[in-house]
């Protein structure tokens, strides 16, 4: 039953052509339970910074704060890897999404769009030596692919540049369903 909910997904994920403006779904919930940052490379980066925070009862709030040795403009390129946790570790998962950041920033894909909300973040431009700050971003869930199972999943997302990894940054989010009565 599960590789065929796993299969069923991954048709779902391909069949769309990996049109991201496509992302809706209202059959889960996602969670964000934490996040941060793995590793930056200093040769890049002057200093990169996640720091969580509950927002309220339910939700866990982002905020970061991230300064580039070089001049990056738009060719920010994100990939998104999905791990599900199974038998006691998290093993891969089929889902993995990788464009520029400027495409799921237009496409809004989890929501992105939320980060030019708070923060001085102004859009894809991405500056040398400029502090880029973001606060209180909160994925939207409703913005992901559907037919996702439920339970709990890492997202390790890298940023590269001109096949240079720039940060990684690890989430740890749970899928949750409404009960059924």
Do not use: W
Not at 32 to 38: D, S, T, Y
Not at 99 to 112: R, S, Y
Not at 126 to 131: E, F, P, R
Request: net charge positive.
């Amino acid at each position: 039953m599960k590789v065929f909910v796993v299969l069923l997904y991954v048709v779902g994920v391909l069949s769309q052509g990996l049109n991201l403006d496509k992302f809706r779904q209202h059959d889960y919930r996602l969670i964000l339970e934490r996040a941060n940052i793995l590793r930056y490379d200093k040769e890049y980066m002057n200093y990169a910074k996640i720091i969580p925070f509950k927002c309220n009862r339910t939700d866990v709030a982002l905020n970061a704060t991230l300064n580039f040795k070089i001049n990056v403009g738009s060719d920010l390129v994100v990939m998104l890897q999905a791990y599900r946790f199974a038998s006691n570790e998290y093993r891969l998962f089929p889902m993995r999404m990788q464009d520029k950041f400027c495409n799921f920033l237009k496409a809004n894909v989890a929501g992105t769009q939320r980060l030019l909300n708070c923060g001085n973040f102004g859009g894809c431009l991405l500056a040398s030596n400029t502090n880029i700050t973001l606060c209180n971003f909160i994925p939207d869930g409703s913005k992901f692919p559907p037919l996702i199972p439920s339970g709990s999943y890492k997202m390790d997302l890298h940023a590269l540049y001109s096949n240079n990894e720039l940060y990684v940054i690890e989430a740890y989010v749970k899928i949750v369903r409404p009960e059924v009565k």
